[in-house]
């Protein structure tokens, strides 16, 4: 109750303009608050990646480079080395579109990028403006391996069969895979070459993803197709297609093909995956994210992801991912 000698403190009901003010000001304050988290996150340095990390995925949501995100965004979560880590999409061009805004996010020391070799024959075949040079190298990760397949009720039976089919009639043999510069068209081309043909002369229909390959083969639209194992397997072990080898350079023991090179034709290729950082971080914030990713690999999750995908450890780190960067840049501009 009030006291008779202390002036109310009851309140007229509010007006509708009274109400409208009061929530304009709620609002107001929530941006605030929203904006200064962002903030806080986004400055300062390699600390911030562990509060709040960006996976940024280069392709659509269900690629390779996609899986290797949302991977790396579990175990990061599960074993708790970052606080909250998201998977941000930007598809196209073989992975250059994303590189083009990413490497216009310059000291943004808490979001990183999937990439890999299928990245360095697109930045080649589209001529594009940014290279990798303009980013951070922060790791290799892991390779996957590419496999040859036709429909099952393909006459071929062999890789030798494709190999005089596709020669005796190159025109009209359709071979798809992956986007223009994918690891798929340079293990294509180079199986071209293999058979006696010029590369330019091959049939090559490029799709965005493996369930686009695998409807285009059990359609007729293509011949055969280049792509990763995981890809297709679904649809190899349901009967749907036949696998004629895989393009490691060694047998693999989760596949059970034989290489390119067990068959006699030279080619051997892997579609490995790293991650790398934006340009304009301070070796501080690049310490901190290879520190990041050293313990991602180190967890029960990731080696749970590279027996389930097939996957191959080959990480390395630091300068040591960045000198076999610039070896795998050579070796794809001469593909």
């Given at each position: ?216 083969l059990l359609s007729g639209t293509i011949k055969a197709s280049v792509s990763g194992y995981e890809d297709f397997v679904d649809q190899i072990e349901a009967g749907n297609l036949r696998a004629l080898a895989v393009s490691a350079p060694a047998p693999v023991d989760s596949i059970d093909l034989p290489t390119l090179v067990e068959l006699g034709y030279d080619v051997t290729l892997t579609n490995w995956r790293g991650i790398v950082a934006p340009p304009g971080i301070t070796d501080a914030q690049r ?49």
């Amino acid at each position: 109750m009030s006291s008779p000698d202390r002036p109310s403190t009851a309140r007229a009901p509010w007006s509708p303009l009274r109400k409208a003010a009061a929530a304009l000001a709620a609002v107001a304050c929530a941006a605030v608050v929203v904006v200064g988290v962002g903030d806080a996150a986004s400055s300062g340095g390699g600390a911030d990646a562990r509060a709040q990390l960006t996976l940024i995925a280069p392709a659509a949501a269900g690629g390779g480079w996609d899986g290797a995100a949302r991977e790396a965004q579990q175990a990061l979560r599960s074993e708790g080395i970052v606080n909250n880590t998201t998977v941000v999409n930007i598809p196209g061009a073989g992975g250059t579109i994303g590189l083009s805004q990413f490497s216009g996010m310059t000291g943004e020391s808490a979001t990183m990028m999937i990439m890999g070799i299928t990245m360095l024959g697109a930045i080649n075949i589209n001529g594009s403006d940014v290279d990798l040079g303009d980013v951070t190298p922060i790791a290799r990760l892991a390779d996957d391996y590419d496999v040859v397949v036709v429909p099952a009720d393909s006459p071929i039976q062999t890789l030798d069969d494709l190999m005089t089919a596709w020669r005796t009639d190159p025109q009209h043999f359709a071979f798809g895979g992956g986007s223009l510069g994918s690891v798929d068209q340079m293990i294509v081309s180079r199986m071209a070459r293999e058979n006696g043909m010029d590369p330019n002369a091959v049939n090559y229909i490029a799709y965005s993803g493996g369930g686009e390959l695998a409807t285009s083969l059990l359609s007729g639209t293509i011949k055969a197709s280049v792509s990763g194992y995981e890809d297709f397997v679904d649809q190899i072990e349901a009967g749907n297609l036949r696998a004629l080898a895989v393009s490691a350079p060694a047998p693999v023991d989760s596949i059970d093909l034989p290489t390119l090179v067990e068959l006699g034709y030279d080619v051997t290729l892997t579609n490995w995956r790293g991650i790398v950082a934006p340009p304009g971080i301070t070796d501080a914030q690049r310490d901190e994210l290879e520190a990041i990713v050293t313990e991602l690999v180190a967890t029960p999750q990731w080696r749970d992801a590279l027996e389930r995908n097939r996957w191959t450890d080959t990480f390395a780190v630091g300068d040591d991912f960045a000198q076999s960067l610039d070896a795998e840049t050579e070796f794809v501009n001469g593909i």
